[in-house]
Nanobody
Framework: VQVVESGGGLVQAGGSLRLSCAAS????????IGWFRQAPGKEREVVSC????????YVPESVKGRFTISNDRAKSAVYLQMGNLEIEVSTVYYC?????????????????WGQGTQVTVSP
């Protein structure tokens, strides 16, 4: 299984960014895909996840209204649309896959991880 993130970069505060996650080596429609972030010195936390089986999504309160997750089964891709970005969200964002859905998408369920993509929000 290979997971590859893209779309990170530098954006001004208040701006938007769309991250992409491409997963291969698996039956895309059977898996849950999650987006996580990890700031220096902090634990990795989920920012959104989606079940490719039935489209269920989970978005934590911390990013609700600003982050939207979607998938494109034809392209075996999952996207994270991030809006109204704040400087504080600058960090590395990771995509990962899980074989089953679990409410709130705990990171322990996710076995295959990408290398991450850096998001930097400037003043």
């Amino acid at each position: 299984v290979q997971v590859v993130e893209s779309g990170g970069g530098l954006v001004q505060a208040g701006g938007s960014l769309r991250l992409s996650c491409a997963a291969s080596g698996l039956i895309f429609g059977d898996w849950t895909i999650g987006w996580f972030r990890q700031a220096p010195g902090k634990e990795r936390e989920v920012v959104s996840c989606i079940s490719n089986v039935d489209g269920r999504t989970y978005v934590p309160e911390s990013v609700k209204g600003r982050f939207t997750i979607s998938n494109d089964r034809a392209k075996s891709a999952v996207y994270l649309q991030m809006g109204n970005l704040e400087i504080e969200v600058s960090t590395v964002y990771y995509c990962a896959t899980a074989a089953v859905w679990s409410r709130r998408c705990p990171k322990s369920y996710f076995g295959f991880w990408g290398q991450g993509t850096q998001v930097t929000v400037s003043p």
